[in-house]
């Protein structure tokens, strides 16, 4: 007889019932892993279970309980839970993990400058602003992939209005030089401010660089200019150090100092910065500054600039070329650096270009090709070109109508704004009375005395100029002599011709033929001076250097008279007439006479008056078959333009 059986047994779980619990809730998990685990117990050991094990398993399992005990459910329950939640919180750390890997790889490739990892980032939600930055900074620069300068500047607007700085700087960038974008200077003035006052470097050498220039609606003030210059170089933006050093090497804001300007961009060339190279260049060509005086290195180094994406550096090689300064003289690949810097990194090379559109230096003459260089030379805040709008809208040239109201607020403004070119025109027109501006040769030569003091060597011409008319009542020779020999040693040609003249004369200095022709040369084909040519002209065609001189002399003449000159003009047009060095051709001579006198010069007019009637009437009849309405024509000009090319580099934000 059996055994009563143990009410204990249909409440409580027993030993055996325990040792089957894993087994069920492992199950729950739904891995492979774990239910192996389970599945494994003791059908390994003994193969099939004998009928009588089975029978007491089957009895003693949970399943075949009819009731349970409240507790054993639910520390059933409690089992179940945790273990399905300590699962799915790994998979989730785990997974956190893998991301977190993934982008840190992305991010480290975008700081390569991988584009397709910084878009990635940048398309996430939320956007990687970083990433948008980096990518619109890679999209921006030339390398071995195409650039996308339109892409460039949304990802910086994007950065910018997402709050970053930095973004507002470059985007500010892009709309002042009209990369990607339109150029508009309010509204670059607008995000490269807003970028300053938030601490951004970037953005406070562009700002600065509207204030040196007076654009985007700001009124000049080249002190705050400077403070902005040094603030952003302080904090390691390079293109503020290299603004610094454009306002040292030409005394804006501060008190020139070509030493400091040359360190400057010495250091930040070695630092990596393209126009830091463009300045230890420009300097070193003539030894400013302390600078070794190495013109082949200096043209390397500008030939590197100009081939690569920056082109700061091809204003300088155009000069060189031009000049054949460290280089084979070559005006027509002076006219393509020329044309590739105004259009690429304006105003550098605008008014240079402009004079030889204006002169015929690499190409002919193309007087309208000046005048839209020399705008938009003015329009990027560069003196020396709204100087030379001025003059061409006082004669009605270069494709511009004559307005002399227009030339006298663009000079008075250019000298209002610090330019010693502007305040040294406006001189000129205070010495004759124009427009508006009435007579007034005290403050003329108040004007002109202190920009010569500020280091405009043309100034120190003027100057010498007025001396030798007697400003102060009587001609002083020898005290204009002093000004024309600081302003030929400060590289103005103008002043080398006028002190070259006064030697070869003896004017207010003892007489030296040789030496005076020497200079005279230097200032026409060295440092292209029309004076200079003008001058060097008439000696050789009065006969200064011979028969063969008067040949070149009278070739000069010409060259010159194309340029605009009267003087020169009337020089070949009696070099002509009488035979001097050409052959004699009384038309030829006396369609120059009638070109001169065309412009107002007296001096032609008396002449053609006492040149024959009827030789007069033959050249004018010619002359209106030719070109109805026009007084004379010139021979295309071989002359060259005068030098300088204003501000030293660096002044693109």
Excluded at 300 to 306: G, Q, V
Excluded at 455 to 465: D, E, I, K, N, R
Aim: hydrophobic share 35%; with cysteine.
């Amino acid at each position: 007889m059996s055994e009563p059986s143990d009410p204990k047994s249909e409440t409580e779980p027993t030993a055996d019932d325990a040792s089957e619990l894993p087994t069920e809730q492992e199950s729950m998990t739904d891995t492979d892993e774990e239910s192996e685990v389970g599945s494994g117990s003791a059908d390994d050991d003994s193969g099939e279970s004998p009928p009588e094990a089975k029978a007491a398993a089957d009895a003693a399992s949970p399943r075949a309980s009819k009731k349970r005990h409240p507790a054993t459910i639910g520390a059933l329950a409690l089992a179940v839970l945790g273990l399905a939640g300590g699962g799915y919180a790994g998979y989730l750390k785990y997974s956190r993990h893998r991301a977190e890997v993934h982008t840190t790889n992305l991010r480290l490739a975008c700081e390569r400058g991988e584009r397709a990892p910084c878009s990635e980032l940048c398309q996430r939600l939320p956007a990687d602003i970083s990433a948008c930055l980096r990518l619109g900074t890679v999209l921006s620069k030339l390398d071995d992939s195409p650039r996308d300068l339109s892409r460039s500047v949304e990802l910086f607007q994007k950065a910018c209005s997402a709050g970053n700085s930095d973004g507002c700087a470059r985007l500010g960038r892009a709309q002042y030089n009209g990369t990607g974008t339109k150029r508009d200077h309010e509204r670059a003035r607008g995000n490269l401010d807003r970028a300053c006052q938030e601490g951004n470097a970037l953005g406070c050498a562009g700002f600065g660089h509207l204030l040196l220039f007076g654009q985007g609606g700001l009124k000049r003030d080249r002190k705050r200019a400077v403070k902005l210059f040094r603030q952003s170089c302080d904090q390691g933006e390079l293109r503020g150090c290299a603004s610094l050093a454009t306002a040292y090497a030409n005394g804006f804001g501060l008190k020139r100092d070509e030493a400091k300007a040359y360190a400057l961009f010495k250091k930040i060339c070695r630092q990596g910065l393209d126009r830091g190279c463009v300045g230890e260049a420009a300097m070193m060509l003539d030894g400013k500054g302390g600078a070794p005086e190495d013109p082949e290195a200096a043209v390397k180094l500008l030939e590197k600039s100009c081939n690569a994406d920056g082109v700061d550096g091809c204003a300088y090689l155009g000069m060189a070329y031009l000049m054949g300064t460290g280089t084979k003289k070559d005006p027509k690949r002076a006219l393509e650096a020329l044309e590739r810097s105004c259009q690429k990194a304006p105003p550098g090379g605008c008014a240079l270009l402009g004079e030889l559109h204006a002169t015929g230096q690499g190409a002919p003459p193309n007087p309208p090709a000046a005048g839209r260089a020399f705008q938009r030379a003015c329009e990027y805040g560069m003196p020396e070109g709204c100087v030379a709008v001025a003059q061409a809208l006082l004669l009605g040239a270069m494709g511009m109508p004559k307005d002399v109201e227009r030339a006298v607020k663009l000079t008075r403004q250019a000298c209002d704004d610090g330019s010693p070119a502007g305040c040294t025109q406006l001189a000129g027109l205070e010495l004759q009375g124009v427009g508006s501006i009435r007579r007034d040769p005290a403050s003329a030569l108040s004007r002109v005395r202190k920009a010569c003091d500020d280091g405009h060597p043309p100034a120190c011409t003027v100057l010498g100029t007025l001396y030798a008319q007697g400003i102060e009542g009587k001609p002083d020779s020898a005290k204009a002599h002093g000004y024309f020999d600081r302003a030929c040693h400060g590289g103005d040609g103008n002043g080398c011709a006028m002190y070259g003249a006064q030697l070869a004369d003896g004017d207010g200095v003892k007489r030296d033929l040789k030496q005076g022709m020497k200079v005279l040369a230097k200032s026409c084909e060295t440092m292209l001076s029309p004076k200079g040519c003008a001058m060097y002209a008439r000696a050789l065609v009065l006969g200064a250097d011979g028969k063969d001189g008067m040949k070149k002399g009278a070739q000069i003449a010409e060259a010159v008279c194309a340029q605009g000159d009267p003087t020169s003009c009337v020089l070949a047009g009696m070099a002509y007439l009488e035979g001097r060095g050409v052959e004699r051709d009384r038309q030829r001579g006396t369609r120059f006479v009638l070109l001169a006198c065309s412009s107002g010069y007296e001096p032609a007019c008396k002449l053609k008056k006492r040149l024959p009637a009827d030789l007069v009437k033959k050249v004018e009849e010619e002359v209106s078959r030719a070109a109805p309405g026009a007084s004379a024509a010139a021979p295309a000009s071989s002359g060259a333009p005068p030098g300088g090319l204003g501000p030293f580099p660096g002044l693109t934000p």
